[in-house]
């Protein structure tokens, strides 16, 4: 093994799989058919990818042979087919880098430290990685990390600030309740005077503002002020386009989630308008070893559909088995009629 | 019908809107940066527009599923719709959006 200089210990496999919505939990499938094992990153906490966090009960209908199935039944089905090859999930984590090894594999790492050695790279990362919704106001990159936050780690961070949330959903109002009682002061900022957050976290909020505890406004935020990353002050504006300022040293914008490459893009990868281009008859990208599949790809004809996702991840597996295991033959087999493929899957 | 679209740069483009499609499916198509990215299930917020010059009083009132699905989008105003709720019609021949931005 080549050595590292990294305290974590790479965990070895032979693939690392990108994503786990349908394309990638369908990869394990097939991977495990040929006797190879997987692990899966994916930045969200559960397995579907869009699938379950966009639209869990939404029915699709373009399933073969499923007339009717939802993003959430359609994962829970794949969950189940892909258990009898235990494949290892690291949920929560972000891919953020990649790197050749001597050795010719592969080390994926993760933003939480994880490192992954591999033979094969299978990206299925769909539309890229889910990450919050950044509102567009001027200059606010300035601010993330220091005053600006998508995501409360800590709640003692905001002990005695002045604390600005912007939303009308469940994450804006569960942090308005939970953050009132240790904030200086509090302000929920909503486009209108409605939310699409759990009616009894409303009626909590509203109770607070009777109170006095906290503020609310109907507005948006225009601009932010502020030096060095540290805020100040904010600029709102009403829908009767009245601006005016409230001094504030934390913004937390809650606006669900929306789909980034990410940090795919520096994998050196070729890409083409944020799109992998592969061979279609392996699935491989440009670089040798690194695979991709569903809607993270093109190629002529290319569709983003469930189903080409499936089909596009039984002829990468295929193409993989050669480089993970160079000295065996490939017998390809039916799971109808093959006792070792039943074997595999537990059912004889 | 025709739409009128806009985009973030504050392009105009004139777009031939099919009966029965989405006015999303008619940006997408032709080429505008929407995002879209749950492909039109009122899902996510992402093929957010502004009705201009008067359209959006003539469109069928949103639905609430759209308007909590508003609430996920960014700078919205009174003139917000999601473009994959609002179906092309001859009623809405040269109805005016703009991209809201992302």
Request: aromatic share 6%.
């Amino acid at each position: 093994m080549t050595q590292s200089n990294e305290v974590a210990t790479p965990v070895e496999t032979d693939v690392a799989i990108i994503g786990a919505g349908p394309a990638g939990l369908f990869s394990v499938f097939e991977l495990g058919l040929l006797d190879l094992k997987a692990h899966l990153v994916d930045i969200l906490d559960r397995p579907g990818g869009q699938c379950t966090e966009l639209y869990p009960e939404k029915p699709i209908y373009d399933i073969p042979a499923l007339p009717i199935v939802t993003g959430q039944e359609l994962t829970e089905r794949l969950m189940e087919q892909i258990k009898p090859f235990s494949p290892t999930f690291h949920f929560n984590e972000m891919a953020t880098a990649l790197e050749r090894l001597d050795d010719g594999r592969w080390k994926l790492s993760t933003d939480v430290g994880t490192q992954i050695v591999a033979r094969v790279i299978v990206i299925a990362a769909g539309g890229g990685s889910f990450m919050p919704k950044r509102p567009p106001v001027p200059g606010i990159e300035a601010y993330e990390g220091t005053s600006v936050h998508y995501a409360v780690r800590k709640m003692e961070t905001f002990r005695g600030k002045n604390i600005l949330i912007a939303g009308g959903g469940d994450s804006a109002l569960d942090w308005t309740l939970n953050l009132a009682p240790i904030a200086k002061s509090l302000t929920l900022v909503h486009h209108r005077d409605g939310f699409r957050a759990a009616q009894h976290s409303v009626n909590q909020m509203r109770e607070l503002v009777e109170q006095k505890k906290i503020n609310f406004h109907v507005a948006s935020v225009k601009a932010l002020h502020g030096e060095g990353g540290q805020l100040s002050g904010v600029t709102l504006s009403g829908h009767d386009k009245k601006e005016w300022q409230l001094e504030a040293d934390a913004l937390l914008p809650f606006f669900g989630l929306t789909m980034k490459l990410g940090p795919i893009a520096e994998f050196g990868i070729n890409l083409h308008e944020n799109l992998i281009p592969v061979d279609t008859t392996r699935f491989e990208s440009e670089t040798p070893g690194i695979f991709a599949i569903g809607d993270i790809i093109t190629y002529p004809g290319k569709l983003k559909l469930i189903l080409s996702g499936f089909h596009e991840a039984a002829l990468m597996a295929q193409a993989a088995f050669h480089i993970c295991r160079p000295n065996e033959k490939l017998r390809f087999q039916y799971t109808t009629s093959s006792s070792s493929l039943q074997k595999k899957l537990g059912v004889s | 019908m025709k739409i009128i679209a806009k985009d973030r740069e504050g392009k105009t483009v004139e777009i031939e809107g099919r009966d029965g499609w989405t006015i999303m499916e008619m940006l997408r198509d032709a080429g505008l940066p929407i995002t879209a990215e749950c492909g039109g299930a009122c899902a996510c917020a992402t093929c957010h527009v502004y009705i201009e010059d008067g359209w959006y009083e003539k469109l069928s009132a949103p639905s609430d599923g759209e308007v909590d699905m508003l609430d996920m989008a960014l700078a919205v105003q009174p003139n917000s719709r999601l473009s994959c709720q609002l179906t092309c019609s001859e009623e809405l021949d040269g109805i005016k959006v703009t991209l809201a931005p992302e």
